[in-house]
């Protein structure tokens, strides 16, 4: 007997399903929100009707002066004030996606219930009963229980298995539906986590451009006019680092948002796990 058990467990495949997913909108949506960036920068905050000193010959870069609002003064904040309202741009578009796509995950109803409800039923061995309530679920802890139960079902009427090997049949197939779960909720999170970091520098960035440029000009004119654009050109220069210390934030708040509602999905899967090798283990020594 001990030289046939390799063999029967060999035989048993996995019947979890890798989910094809496009993730075009990692590489569109950024170059989509830069380029929205620079026409916000372009068309709105630096529109001529703003300034009471337009540029006629407008182009990429019109020298527009007098700025009319607050949101035209962003607007001689320079170059980098375009890429940085694209990142919040990039922020606004994958906290929707991922809130989207982690509420979907999550499921119907409490999670602690959807598992009580899964125990009482595999308690009074009606598995069909416990996957109809992965069906009601909806979410990845539902995905990766009725993942589990067609194994814990498949193993109920298996006999060349013992039930240590079925237990280990069970576990791993909870482990490969967890593995195609996971990287589902985790993705794009990155984009978040690298512009909470890269907005405050660009932020600095721009200030420092703006700086070198207003004390160039002060050290070309001179005189009380040189003070005032100075002045003019630091608060300009600042709102660089408004912008920048804005997009990060959020950035850093949504990030950490959504990694803890993973983690407490991630705690359901794992429950779910324990639940149906604990439960088959008991019932069908």
Same mark, same amino acid.
């Given at each position: 007997?001990?030289? $046939?058990? +390799? %063999?029967? %467990? #060999? ?12 993730? !075009? ?19 709105? #905050? ?7 000193? +337009? ?7 019109? &020298?527009?002066?007098? +700025? ?32 989207? $796509? ?20 595999? &308690? ?22 009725? !993942? ?5 079902? =498949?193993?109920?009427?298996? %006999? ?15 482990? =490969?539906?967890?593995? *195609? =779960? ?8 990155? /984009?978040?986590? $690298?512009?909470?970091?890269?907005? %405050?520098?660009?932020? *600095? ?21 040189? !003070? ?14 408004? *912008? ?13 948002? /959504? $990694? ?18 604990? @439960?088959?283990? @008991?019932?069908?020594?």
């Amino acid at each position: 007997m001990a030289e $046939t058990k +390799p %063999t029967a %467990t #060999a035989k048993a495949a996995t019947s979890v399903q890798v989910k094809k997913r496009s993730n !075009a909108i990692s590489w569109i949506a950024p170059l989509l929100c830069i380029v929205g960036g620079f026409l916000i920068w372009r068309f709105v #905050a630096g529109a001529a009707s703003g300034f009471t000193n +337009p540029d006629p010959n407008g182009g990429f870069w019109p &020298a527009h002066q007098g +700025p009319k609002g607050a949101f035209n003064k962003m607007y001689e904040g320079g170059i980098v004030v375009p890429i940085l309202i694209g990142n919040l741009l990039v922020v606004l578009v994958f906290v929707i996606e991922r809130f989207l $796509t982690i509420s979907k995950a999550a499921g119907t109803g409490n999670n602690d219930e959807f598992i009580r409800k899964v125990q009482y039923h595999l &308690a009074n061995k009606n598995v069909d009963a416990a996957l109809s309530e992965c069906d009601k679920q909806k979410g990845s802890v539902g995905n990766v229980m009725k !993942a589990g139960l067609r194994k814990y079902k =498949e193993m109920i009427t298996d %006999t060349e298995l013992d039930t240590e090997q079925k237990v280990l049949s069970i576990q791993k197939e909870v482990e =490969e539906a967890t593995a *195609l =779960e996971l990287p589902m909720l985790e993705k794009n999170l990155v /984009f978040l986590s $690298t512009i909470a970091s890269v907005a %405050t520098l660009l932020g *600095l960035f721009g200030t420092v451009l703006g700086m070198i440029r207003s004390f160039s000009k002060l050290g070309d004119e001179g005189g009380g006019d040189a !003070a005032r654009e100075l002045s003019k050109g630091i608060s300009e220069a600042l709102y660089n680092t408004a *912008l920048g210390i804005g997009t990060s934030a959020i950035a850093i708040i949504m990030y950490n948002v /959504f $990694t803890t509602k993973i983690d407490g999905i991630t705690y359901g899967i794992d429950e779910s796990g324990f639940t149906l090798t604990q @439960s088959f283990a @008991s019932l069908y020594k």
